[in-house]
């Protein structure tokens, strides 16, 4: 009766768990060569939902739809193993086995590679899914479903439930209480992810949590500044500064510190133009909504009194609504509520440190780590930083990191597990351990 209604079904008596590995992969990997027919038609969809430039859309769809193949290419490899027993007449077998129906819950800002980093590692495994889409970008979602329906990935396996904003809480409490559900996946702010924790452990169910970041970016004396200004760009202004790896604090040293903001600050009135996500010149589109906006108002006006200096920006752009200008501080310091929470917007506040010492101090402060960026030549340095950073990732000289390669995560209440590369797959199974005895 569920398969019939399509609804989602447990693995263990689902279509997941029934089609044999080769099938799996199969099928996902139609479901990526679906995506790369039409990716032009998929980004003007996230454009018009969530207003990034086409351009940035054309790479998320990329993006996502890789996770269609690397996981097509996963779903061949998941390997148990053989242990040598102490008794000679039995044997340890350890196999893998999908989890069941795993609950995907993503964000607006990446709202169709946050969903096939998910779904493409939870369906490889053999599980099934039911994918709550943000309100903001239901869109999506419903259009990865349409291709998915025409890879063949049966009916039951991908399924989606949009709802309202005012809706979101309840079905969220209701994925991650009902028993039938053994697995929860979620995307988004720290304060939801510990809310979705409490009510998955009633049920005590698998969780991965990736959740929000305050990203550092160390500027050291030794670094390239041509280099780290270009890097800088790149994460800070990326989707209009609305990722969860985005810079959100800038930790730049004595030697090079006035060198870097002046470059910086003409790279940023050089290079980024705000405006509407299909104008071809546009790399900065609108934030998402107008609470986004008064949150990066918020924050400019806070650091201001406190005796920050706004470089360039600092106020709505003149196209109104929800634009607002790419903005740069200086002489900003550890009280101010732009280095304290994650502002999610176009704001780059720079903290001039004097010592490795105390950057990583600062760099540390936080309690989430998901990202963490610096830019060094010295190799010495680049190892105790790299290492002592508290992040999931490091971007050493870098200013984008992600790949569908890498494993994806964060520490501290930055989250748990860890998506992509090898290690995804493993979220969505669970371990039996076999003994064979009487041998």
Known sequence: EARRRGRAVPAGGGHGSLLSSQERSMRLRRWYELMMENKDELARIITAENGKPLKEAQG?????????????????????????????????????????????????????????????????????????????????????????????????????VPCSRQQTPAVGEALCTDPLVAKISFTGSTATGKILLKHAAGTVKRVSMELGGHAPFIVFDS??????????????????????VCTNRFLVQKGIHDKFVEKFAKAIERELHVGSGFDAKTTQGPLINEKAVEKVERHINDAVS??????????????????????????????????????????????????????????????????????????????????ELEVGMVGVNEGIVSSVESPFGGVKQSGLGREGSKYGIDEYLEIKYVCFGGL
């Open 223 to 244: 670094a390239n500044v041509d280099r780290a200004v270009a890097g800088a760009l790149a994460s800070k202004y990326r989707n209009s500064g609305q990722t969860c």
């Open 60 to 160: 998320e769809i990329l993006y996502s739809a890789s996770f269609l193949e690397w996981f097509a290419e996963e779903a061949r490899r998941v390997y148990g193993d053989v242990i040598p027993a102490s008794a000679k007449d039995r044997r340890i077998l350890v196999l893998k086995q999908p989890v069941g129906v795993a609950a995907i819950i993503t964000p607006w800002n990446f709202p169709s590679a946050m969903i096939t980093r998910k779904v493409g590692a939870a369906l490889a495994a053999g599980c099934t899914v039911v994918v709550k889409p943000a309100e903001d970008t239901p869109l999506s979602a419903l259009a990865l479903g349409e291709l998915a329906n025409q890879a063949g990935i049966p009916a039951g396996v991908y399924n989606v």
């Open 306 to 387: 406190q005796g920050a200096s706004i470089v360039t920006g600092g106020k709505r752009h003149s196209l109104g609504k929800n634009f607002f200008e790419p903005t740069l501080l200086s002489n900003v310091t550890t009280k101010m509520l732009c280095t304290q929470e994650e502002t999610f917007g176009p704001l780059a506040p720079i903290i001039k440190f004097e010592t490795e010492a105390e950057a990583i101090a600062i760099a540390n402060a936080a309690n989430v780590g998901l990202a963490g960026y610096f830019y060094s030549q010295d190799p010495a340095q680049i190892w105790r930083v790299a290492e």
